[in-house]
């Protein structure tokens, strides 16, 4: 199952939580069972969610395989940003669970304003090689599904629309040339005439002649 957190940029993000049935057999809800199942947890993502891209990292201690990091980029939120806005946010956030670490996001925005989670990675802790790691991942991802791509537009009109030479390869015709139509002069408002006061027509060194408006004496 996956449980969904609020991170501080108002993201709904989705956390790796799994339920397992504890009815049948010794109870195995604990941390430590719950990692033990991760290459599990990816199996089922990448088959409800054909096209995703699930990537896990361990280290190898002696033996055993120690977690790492867990990438998650499903195929509905990837193809669904083509209807945003293309620009991505970045964000982290602490994991307040037993094991710690920390949780990276990339988020998009819609038409109407409403965050989009497109991307998110539980990694050790956040730092440059973390986010290099993060960032790099998410650049080999297509967002643009296949239906919007130029190349698709092109193979199927191809045979319909066909380009057209620039206007120096054009080749003359007999016809005179045009000129553009004639510049029409509409007459506007027509203006009022008023009659001037007895202060507007006198004329001394008091007033305001050239610049700015008369003053009433």
Not at 15 to 33: A, R
Not at 149 to 178: A, H
Request: some cysteine; aromatic content about 12%.
């Amino acid at each position: 199952m996956v449980c969904l957190s609020v991170v501080d940029v108002g993201v709904m993000v989705p956390i790796i939580l799994f339920v397992i049935d504890c009815s049948s057999g010794p109870p195995l809800c604990y941390f430590k069972e719950q990692y033990k199942r991760i290459y599990e947890y990816a199996h089922e993502l990448l088959k409800c969610n054909p096209g995703s891209n699930i990537k896990i990292k361990v280290e190898n201690d002696t033996d055993e395989a120690i977690f790492q990091r867990f990438y998650s980029c499903l195929k509905a939120c990837k193809y669904f940003f083509v209807f945003c806005r293309p620009i991505k946010g970045l964000d982290g956030c602490f994991l307040k669970g037993k094991y710690g670490g920390e949780l990276l996001s990339v988020v998009g925005r819609d038409a109407n304003d409403q965050l989009l989670l497109l991307a998110y990675a539980v990694v050790e802790v956040e730092n440059k090689e973390t986010w290099t790691w993060f960032l790099e991942l998410l650049i080999g991802e297509d967002f643009i599904p296949i239906c919007f791509r130029r190349s698709i537009y092109e193979e199927i009109y191809q045979y319909i629309i066909f380009p057209v030479n620039g206007e120096v390869l054009w080749e003359k015709t007999p016809y005179p040339d045009v000129h553009p139509p004639h510049k029409r002069i509409l007459p506007g408002r027509p203006k009022k005439k008023r009659r001037l006061e007895e202060w507007e027509l006198r004329k001394d060194n008091t007033q305001i002649s050239k610049v700015g408006h008369r003053k009433k004496m």
